[in-house]
């Protein structure tokens, strides 16, 4: 089993080659036949049942349940003897443990630009284990997928108590995703080392949008807005077919007008410092002549 986990290793530490939204099922509250909705896990692996991912209700940090996951050592006859690790994935998690081949594919629409993934967990290794936290973000383009942005953490040591834990998402390219992967594993499969008995908690994952949130996930054909992570910046991006001349308006909940800029564009990309503008919920227009292109509320924090 080393060399079928050996790819997923390579995909949380950099990257997944290949609505503002939250997690699908993101407490792991709701089950259906031993599996948390929306994920898909090692429980079942080529008709064999391993039961690595479990739902836990005794203490969860979130709701009233959290997953579970287990490293499971299962001897099959006359296959042979088997270490499976506990994972969780949005994607589709294809593995042939006869044949020794592994693919992850697939993921969940999605169209946010969050800064980090953040959850909790708590971890009981055997002999030194570590766990691992990685999500993806990805664009269909050309019936191929860009990688838009990575995260990846792994872990080390004895967690008792319910952790806070951060993935920082790094992004390799303006504009905006259409699908996003996130993929928990509880065990180092590259070190040898028999870990089984090596357990996992996982609950109430979430995005963290940093300083600028922008509501709503449908945008207008030609024109996409989304916030710069770590900075008090709003980032315009055009496909305009002719030249634009766009009057862009921000208006707080009162309906006063706080700022206004004048931005020419056609195919480019505009930057919107809102760095001195007040903590708070507010409205951003933007018109061309007569035409509203895009009208939604953004949150600017701390």
Request: charged share 20%; hydrophobic share 35%.
């Amino acid at each position: 089993m080393i060399r079928i986990f050996l790819s997923l290793l390579i995909l949380l530490r950099f990257g997944f080659w290949g609505i503002a939204q939250q997690i699908p099922n993101n407490s792991f509250e709701t089950w259906t036949g031993g599996e948390p909705d929306s994920w898909n896990t090692t429980n079942k692996i080529s008709g064999f049942v391993f039961n690595t991912v479990t739902k836990d209700v005794s203490v969860p940090q979130n709701g009233s349940a959290s997953a579970e996951l287990t490293v499971v050592t299962k001897s099959i006859f006359p296959l042979g003897t088997f270490k499976i690790p506990g994972v969780l994935t949005l994607g589709n998690l294809n593995i042939n443990p006869i044949a020794q081949t592994f693919s992850l594919t697939g993921g969940y629409p999605f169209t946010g630009r969050p800064e980090k993934l953040t959850g909790y967990f708590k971890y009981q290794p055997v002999k030194n284990d570590r766990c691992a936290f990685g999500m993806g973000l990805f664009k269909w383009n050309n019936g191929k997928q860009d990688t838009l942005g990575v995260g990846a953490k792994d872990t080390v040591g004895i967690f008792n108590t319910w952790t806070r834990f951060e993935v920082p998402i790094y992004y390799l390219s303006q504009g905006n995703p259409d699908t996003m992967n996130i993929v928990i594993i509880n065990t180092n499969p590259l070190d040898s080392i028999d870990h089984t008995g090596t357990k996992l908690w996982v609950d109430n994952l979430s995005f963290d949008y940093g300083k600028v949130g922008i509501e709503g996930v449908i945008f207008a054909k030609e024109l996409r807005i989304y916030g710069e992570p770590a900075s008090r910046q709003l980032i315009l991006s055009s496909t305009f077919g002719k030249q634009e001349n766009l009057d862009i308006r921000l208006f707080n909940m009162s309906g006063v007008e706080t700022r206004q800029w004048k931005r020419s564009m056609q195919v480019s990309t505009e930057h919107l410092d809102v760095n001195n503008i007040p903590p708070g919920t507010y409205v951003i227009r933007i018109s061309s002549g007569k035409r509203i292109i895009d009208t939604r509320k953004i949150t600017i924090l701390e």
